[in-house]
C-alpha cells in the first residue's frame, strides 16, 4: 500500500483543507489495515495485562517478576503472582519529536509523516472505546501539551494540530530535549497506561534515564523513525549535508567508498546503542522507514508481540 502521504506529497502545513483530506484519508488506512488484527482481549498496541488486581497464582517462568504476591509467597510458602485484570479505560499518551532532525526524507515521504501517521495509529485505534489519548509535543520553540481527551473529534484536533505544524527553523537552536519531553509525559501521565515514544532518537542528551522511569508506572513503546539516506551513503560525488536542527553545513565528497564506509559504520553504531538504551529501559522497540509500508511493520509487530506473549514457557509438573 502506497502511504497517504506519499500520494500528495508531504503533509501539508498550513493548508487547511488538504490537510483534512489527509487525516480522513489516513484514519481509514488506519482503521482498514489494524483494526482486525486488534481485536480480541488487548488493549491497544502494545497489549497490558491492567492495573486492577485480580487473582493470585502460582509463579510461572516467564511472568513478570513485578507482579510478585510478596504475602501471597509468605503464606503459602510456593512463588505467587498477582493477575491484573485489564483496564475498562485505557489512558495512552504519545510523546511527538517534531524537531528539525524529522523535517528530512528522501524516499515515499518524510519522518515527520510516518510519525504522525503512528500518531494516528495510536489514537483511532485506542479512542474508539471511550479511551482517553493525549500528546506531548518537542517542537522546536518549546514543548507543549495537548490534554488527553476522548472521542473521535478530540483526536482528529490534534492530529490536526500536529499536521498544521510549522517546519522547524534551522536558525534556531531547539529550546528543549527528548529528555526533557519524557520528564514531562511522565509528570503529566498519572494514571498508567500506554506511552508511546515517535522520535528519531538522534538526541545526543540523555534521554535513557526519562525513558527508564517511564517504563517503571507505564507500558512504553519506542518507535523509532529511519531514513535509508541516515544508513548509507549513495555514490553521487561531492554532496552539501545540512544538520536541519542547527543549520551547520559540511561538504562530504561520496563518491569515496572509505568515506561511505565510515558512514555507515557510524550509522549502525549508533541504531545499535540507540536499540540497546531502549531495551535496557524495559521499553518495546519498534523502527519504522520511510522507505516501507509503516502500516505493516506496525501489524507485524503486534502480532510479534501477541504470539510471544501467548507463548511463554510453562514448566512440566
Known amino acids: 500500500m502506497t502511504p497517504p502521504e506519499a500520494a500528495s506529497g508531504p503533509l501539508p502545513g498550513g493548508d487547511a483543507p488538504r490537510a483534512e483530506a489527509t487525516l480522513r484519508r489516513l484514519e481509514l488506512d488506519v482503521l482498514r489495515r489494524l483494526d482486525g488484527l486488534l ?11 491492567g492495573t486492577e488486581s485480580g487473582d493470585g497464582r502460582e509463579y510461572r517462568v516467564g511472568d513478570d517478576v513485578r507482579r510478585m504476591d510478596w504475602n501471597l509467597t509468605a503464606r503459602t510458602t510456593i512463588a505467587h503472582v498477582r493477575d491484573t485484570i485489564a483496564d475498562r479505560e485505557l489512558e495512552s499518551w504519545v510523546v511527538v519529536d517534531r524537531s528539525g532532525s524529522l523535517d528530512f526524507g528522501t524516499a515515499r515521504c518524510e519522518k515527520r509523516d510516518v510519525a504522525l501517521a503512528m500518531v494516528a495509529s495510536v489514537g483511532f485505534l485506542t479512542s474508539r472505546a471511550g479511551n482517553r489519548v493525549g500528546a506531548v509535543v518537542l517542537a522546536p520553540d518549546g514543548t507543549f501539551v495537548l490534554p488527553a481527551r476522548t472521542g473521535r473529534d478530540a483526536m482528529l484536533a490534534m492530529l490536526h494540530r500536529l499536521v498544521t505544524a510549522p517546519r522547524a527553523d534551522t536558525a534556531r537552536i531547539p529550546a528543549d530535549d527528548l529528555g526533557s519531553a519524557l520528564r ?9 497506561g500506554l506511552v508511546v515514544v515517535i522520535s528519531d532518537f538522534l538526541d545526543r542528551t540523555d534521554w535513557q534515564r526519562p525513558l527508564r522511569a517511564l517504563t517503571a508506572r507505564h507500558e512504553v513503546l519506542a518507535v523509532e523513525v529511519v531514513d535509508p539516506r541516515e544508513l548509507e551513503l549513495p555514490p553521487v560525488g561531492l554532496v552539501t549535508l545540512v544538520d536541519t536542527e542547527t543549520g551547520r553545513r559540511v561538504e562530504v565528497q561520496t563518491s569515496s567508498e572509505r568515506v561511505r564506509r565510515r558512514f555507515a559504520e557510524a550509522a549502525a553504531k549508533q541504531r545499535a546503542e540507540t536499540a540497546r538504551a531502549v531495551r535496557v529501559a524495559g521499553a518495546e522497540h519498534l523502527v519504522l522507514r520511510t522507505d516501507r509500508d509503516w502500516l505493516l511493520d506496525l501489524a507485524r509487530h503486534v502480532a510479534t508481540r501477541r504470539k510471544r506473549r501467548a507463548g511463554r514457557a510453562v514448566p512440566i509438573r
Not at 481485536?39 to 495485562?49: C, F, I, M, Y
Open 39 to 49: 481485536q480480541g482481549d488487548h488493549l491497544g498496541l502494545v497489549p497490558a495485562p
Open 184 to 192: 514531562r509525559v511522565d509528570r503529566v501521565a498519572r494514571r498508567r
